[in-house]
């Protein structure tokens, strides 16, 4: 009974201490690898099937709750392909302080592979705050990308997770 009473009580307060996770707000410096272990040549890119691989993404919170960003995602399959995001994320309940948030970002981007192309991208997810300076996350979205030769492409159900760290 006792080990039972002993192992209860640490897990409440394991529990307890991650519910009260402090989130980073307004002056607070962002890093986050976003799709670590997608491979270059298998996932679903902005043009389609060929490209993806780790994004690399910086961000600052002007208020507690809107942090502008900027993303480069470079990748190596037949052709060095790179991709540029710049975008907002808006924290759906202002004042939310809670360890697990909503959000939403928007986002313009510029892709190059030989064939340039712009677009825009509009995403929903969710972000778990374990301490002040560490999280991870996850998005679904949208996009439409236009490039120099072709059809538009509309990317619908794009999905990314990430780790993130405040500073």
């Known amino acids: 009974m006792r080990r039972t009473m002993t192992a209860l009580a640490l897990s409440s307060a394991l529990v307890a201490g991650t519910a009260q996770a402090e989130v980073p707000g307004q002056g607070t410096f962002a890093l986050s690898i976003t799709d670590l272990f997608s491979g270059p040549a298998v996932a679903q890119g902005p043009?389609?099937?060929?490209?993806?691989?780790?994004t690399y993404n910086a961000g600052y919170f002007v208020t507690?709750?809107?942090?502008?960003?900027?993303?480069l995602t470079i990748s190596s399959a037949e052709d060095t392909m790179f991709l540029l995001r710049g975008g907002s994320r808006f924290y759906a309940i202002p004042g939310d302080t809670g360890s697990l948030r909503t959000f939403i970002d928007g986002e313009l981007l510029f892709f190059s592979n030989g064939m340039d192309a712009v677009g825009l991208g509009g995403n929903f997810g969710m972000e778990y705050h374990v301490s002040r300076h560490f999280s991870v996350s996850g998005r679904v979205g949208l996009s439409l990308v236009n490039p120099d030769e072709g059809d538009t492409v509309f990317n619908l159900g794009t999905a990314s997770t990430a780790v993130n760290f405040y500073f």
Not at 47 to 54: E, M, V
């Open 64 to 71: 507690d709750d809107i942090m502008p960003y900027g993303s």
């Open 47 to 54: 043009l389609g099937t060929g490209f993806s691989g780790p």
